[in-house]
């Protein structure tokens, strides 16, 4: 049943508050999700003052026209081609790394059901199990290769038993349900984020400040050899510039006899000295 028209009234003013109250949101998926675990995600987000809307592609693409109806050129308009399944929005202004660790915390481990489609490979890996003798059947019909090792069937090389997109089927279930396997894990998937305007994935999260300084350095190295290279000053090149200069004529004083400056001074002790 779907909401009744009050209901649906408030859920429209209630999103479109949100979205002028915060100015940072996470697009995210909840495929597979249950309700107790949306509920405990929803308690993790609170103390971050973060709050958890889900609603139908239908009804959030509404509300996002309307919003555009009320304030043309609203940056939140640009949402709406990333508004497809099962999409939520997650609203904050805290900082967007810490909302992320407490999403991605809140991943559980899941068996893979019959009819399933796996999102990840599955690979069985060589190991003793609890099966006896009697089961030996099962596991040669999934031709995998066992031996008996102390009344109990172990497995003797890995199996590559589903990969991404394959359909879990029962033989595929039971096996995994018999090693006591729960090979995927759901929560909510973060698929874009929304900073002020600004669209990007969320893998830009996982840049570091030690990231940015080792990119810096790099393209500023790179300036600096261009530069060197085809003889045109700028700012990255100025200082090996006036390195090699200085190297240039402390080497001229060290072989001149008659010629010295204060800074060369050290230089020609030394060479003295070790002659």
């Not at 009744?4 to 495929?31: G, H, P, Q, W």
């Not at 090389?157 to 029962?170: A, F, H, T």
């Not at 006899?257 to 000295?273: L, M, N, R, T």
Request: overall charge neutral; hydrophobic content about 45%; some cysteine.
């Amino acid at each position: 049943m779907g909401m009744s028209k009050e209901k649906k009234v408030d859920y429209f003013a209630r999103t479109k508050n949100l979205i002028k109250t915060y100015s940072k949101a996470f697009v995210v998926t909840c495929d597979n999700v249950g309700s107790l675990q949306m509920q405990q995600i929803r308690l993790a987000l609170r103390p971050l003052n973060t709050i958890l809307l889900m609603g139908k592609n239908t009804m959030m693409r509404k509300i996002i026209n309307e919003l555009l109806e009320e304030e043309p050129g609203h940056p939140f308009g640009q949402m709406m081609d990333l508004v497809k399944g099962n999409v939520g929005f997650v609203f904050t202004n805290n900082d967007l790394g810490e909302v992320k660790e407490v999403l991605l915390s809140n991943i559980v481990p899941a068996p893979a059901k019959v009819g399933a489609v796996a999102p990840i490979a599955v690979v069985i890996e060589a190991q003793p199990t609890e099966c006896d003798p009697g089961q030996t059947a099962f596991f040669q019909t999934l031709g995998i290769a066992t031996k008996i090792v102390k009344g109990k069937i172990e497995i003797t090389s890995p199996v590559d038993l589903l990969q991404p997109g394959d359909k879990v089927g029962n033989s595929e279930a039971m096996l995994l349900q018999k090693l006591d396997i729960k090979p995927f894990s759901y929560g909510l998937l973060i698929k874009s984020v929304y900073d002020n305007g600004s669209i990007f994935d969320a893998s830009v999260l996982d840049i570091t400040a030690d990231d940015l300084m080792f990119g810096f350095q790099t393209a500023l190295g790179n300036v600096a050899s261009l530069s060197l290279a085809v003889g045109f000053p700028t700012m990255a090149s100025v200082p090996p510039s006036m390195t090699s200069a200085f190297k240039t004529l402390v080497a001229i004083a060290v072989e001149c006899d008659g010629y010295s400056f204060e800074k060369a001074g050290p230089y020609k002790e030394a060479v003295a000295a070790a002659k």
